[in-house]
């Protein structure tokens, strides 16, 4: 087995060196501080239906097969530790908050089910016996079975300690360069720019929230609940630990702290579908930075004899984690990746 270098250690780099460990090759991870970039501030919805863009068809194949990679991925995780890791298939309801809203939503479950995703509309009451905390005043649901979540900072301790049970090397510095030695894979999300010429990242800002439920409303929600108020999306994810996240707003404004405007708009639209959520702790505010490409689809592929690039999933990078992982790992062993690659190739940017 050969030696490989994983440089970056977010979610992406993790599962790429874990399942590479995992097949027997000797692993370098390199990062200063692992999983404290995108994957610290995540969501951590697996959401290949509910988070359907308009006119990205190249996005949804890759979402839905890493959809299906994600149980295997799980299962290799908890074969080397004995950490949780937040995973949960409890789905996800999808709800609007006036008419206007849910004419979106209509239109939006068109689509997907054009697109062959299951999505199912439910009567308010099917969706308030569901989740007896929704707002009653609500103009429509849809039930989407499929949408999945972990919990990202969890997933990411429980892949360190499987990491380190491999007896993976760990290695807490920065990469100034690219490693010379051995097969070289590159999953440092926003920073791989510095390190591979022609990569065009942008960092796109994202508020989060972290709630305490307190005991007496506990649990106040037993799946993801994702909504349109006025047009704008908002998400409410219960976590395992028993505290809900709300997120997340979207800029490109280069002001990497929370917005007072962004905590506000978002636990405004948060309580207008679910008002329990008035009588929570508020515990955390916290911005990420998502690692975007021009075209919003990843760099995904081998660009030399011994480097594989796997950077820019966006606002996917939780969901897509399971396939980076698959696909880099058949690369290293020079097989089919299985899934074509040619909508991610790296260099697509690169002016000449
Ligand atoms: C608010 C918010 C909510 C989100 N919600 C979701 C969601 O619900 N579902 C979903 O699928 N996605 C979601 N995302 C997107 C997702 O978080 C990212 O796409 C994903 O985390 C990218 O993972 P990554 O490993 O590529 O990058 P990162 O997590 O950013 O990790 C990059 C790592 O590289 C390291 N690094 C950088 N430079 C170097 C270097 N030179 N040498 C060594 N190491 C280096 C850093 O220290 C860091 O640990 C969300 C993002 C945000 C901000």
Same mark, same amino acid.
């Given at each position: 087995?050969?030696?490989?270098?994983?440089?970056?250690?977010?979610?992406?780099?993790?599962?790429?060196?874990?399942?590479?460990?995992?097949?027997?090759?000797?692993?370098?991870?390199?990062?200063?501080?692992?999983?404290?970039?995108?994957?610290?501030?995540?969501?951590?919805?697996?959401?290949?239906?509910?988070?359907?863009? %308009?006119?990205?068809?190249?996005?949804?194949?890759?979402?839905?097969?890493?959809?299906?990679?994600?149980?295997?991925?799980?299962?290799?995780?908890?074969?080397?530790?004995?950490?949780?890791?937040?995973?949960?298939?409890?789905?996800?309801?999808?709800?609007?908050?006036?008419?206007?809203?849910?004419?979106?939503?209509?239109?939006?479950?068109?689509?997907?089910?054009?697109?062959?995703?299951?999505?199912?509309?439910?009567?308010?009451?099917?969706?308030?016996?569901?989740?007896?905390?929704?707002?009653?005043?609500?103009?429509?649901?849809?039930?989407?079975?499929?949408?999945?979540?972990? #919990?990202?900072?969890?997933?990411?301790?429980?892949?360190?300690?499987?990491?380190? #049970?491999?007896?993976?090397?760990?290695?807490?510095?920065?990469?100034?360069?690219?490693?010379?030695?051995?097969?070289?894979?590159?999953? #440092?999300?926003?920073?791989?720019?510095?390190?591979?010429?022609?990569?065009?990242?942008?960092?796109?800002?994202?508020?989060?929230?972290?709630?305490?439920?307190?005991?007496?409303?506990?649990?106040?929600?037993?799946?993801?609940?994702?909504?349109?108020?006025?047009?704008?999306?908002?998400?409410?994810?219960?976590?395992?630990?028993?505290?809900?996240?709300?997120?997340?707003?979207?800029?490109?404004?280069?002001?990497?702290?929370?917005?007072?405007?962004?905590?506000?708009?978002?636990?405004?639209?948060?309580?207008?579908?679910?008002?329990?959520?008035?009588?929570?702790?508020?515990?955390?505010?916290?911005?990420?930075?998502?690692?975007?490409?021009?075209?919003?689809?990843? %760099?995904?592929?081998?660009?030399?004899? #011994?480097?594989?690039?796997?950077?820019?999933?966006?606002?996917?990078?939780?969901?897509?984690?399971?396939?980076?992982?698959?696909?880099?790992?058949?690369?290293?062993?020079?097989?089919?990746?299985?899934?074509?690659?040619?909508?991610?190739?790296?260099?697509?940017?690169?002016?000449?």
């Amino acid at each position: 087995m050969s030696g490989v270098t994983v440089v970056g250690g977010g979610l992406i780099g993790l599962a790429t060196a874990l399942r590479l460990a995992d097949r027997g090759h000797a692993v370098t991870l390199m990062d200063p501080s692992p999983a404290s970039g995108a994957t610290h501030h995540a969501g951590g919805m697996l959401a290949p239906v509910a988070e359907v863009v %308009y006119r990205q068809e190249a996005l949804f194949p890759l979402m839905l097969r890493s959809a299906e990679l994600y149980p295997g991925l799980i299962a290799v995780v908890e074969k080397h530790t004995g950490l949780p890791t937040g995973y949960r298939t409890d789905g996800t309801l999808v709800v609007a908050a006036d008419r206007a809203d849910s004419a979106h939503l209509g239109e939006l479950s068109d689509y997907q089910s054009t697109h062959g995703m299951e999505v199912e509309r439910l009567p308010l009451r099917q969706a308030r016996k569901l989740e007896p905390a929704l707002s009653p005043q609500l103009a429509g649901a849809v039930h989407i079975p499929g949408d999945h979540q972990v #919990n990202p900072r969890m997933f990411a301790a429980a892949m360190l300690d499987a990491l380190n #049970n491999l007896g993976v090397a760990v290695v807490r510095e920065k990469a100034a360069q690219l490693p010379r030695d051995g097969q070289v894979v590159l999953a #440092n999300g926003l920073g791989a720019a510095a390190l591979h010429d022609g990569l065009r990242l942008r960092p796109v800002y994202g508020d989060i929230l972290r709630l305490g439920v307190p005991d007496h409303l506990a649990p106040l929600l037993t799946r993801v609940v994702r909504g349109f108020v006025a047009d704008r999306p908002v998400y409410l994810i219960p976590r395992t630990d028993g505290t809900l996240a709300v997120g997340a707003t979207s800029r490109e404004d280069d002001r990497p702290v929370p917005r007072t405007g962004a905590v506000h708009d978002l636990l405004r639209d948060a309580i207008r579908l679910v008002p329990g959520v008035e009588e929570c702790d508020f515990l955390e505010a916290t911005t990420g930075a998502r690692p975007g490409t021009p075209d919003d689809l990843p %760099y995904l592929g081998r660009v030399s004899g #011994n480097l594989i690039i796997s950077t820019g999933y966006f606002r996917h990078g939780i969901l897509l984690t399971a396939l980076a992982a698959d696909v880099t790992l058949a690369l290293v062993e020079g097989d089919d990746p299985g899934i074509d690659l040619s909508a991610c190739a790296p260099h697509r940017h690169q002016e000449f």
